[in-house]
């Protein structure tokens, strides 16, 4: 963000949880301004990416999957993809892709 904001290159491929994370550090620290934030859009080239967890033995793979479903099922997942995954795909004015 700030080689944009300096003028260095027109555009940046990176992705936007990414970008936002160190925009909001460098607006909290004065290095950007919030009107150039509110100026960058998200334009979507690439599908998301379907993260996945690796567990070296069953007896976690199951514990995780419980408690992951537990919290799924409570609204957990979705509080947190609407506080920091949303909402910060919002910020470049693109689309939510996260369940």
């Given at each position: ?46 599908e998301p990416t379907p993260y996945k967890m690796v567990f070296r033995n069953s007896i976690n793979q ?32 693109g689309r939510a892709d996260h369940p």
């Amino acid at each position: 963000s700030k080689i944009l904001a300096h003028k260095r290159v027109d555009e940046i491929v990176a992705d936007a949880l990414v970008v936002s994370t160190v925009n909001n550090r460098l607006l909290a620290s004065g290095e950007l301004q919030a009107d150039f934030v509110s100026s960058l859009r998200f334009a979507p080239v690439f599908e998301p990416t379907p993260y996945k967890m690796v567990f070296r033995n069953s007896i976690n793979q199951k514990a995780f999957d419980s408690c992951f479903v537990k919290a799924r099922d409570a609204g957990v997942i979705k509080r947190i993809n609407d506080r920091y995954a949303n909402t910060t795909i919002a910020t470049f004015g693109g689309r939510a892709d996260h369940p």
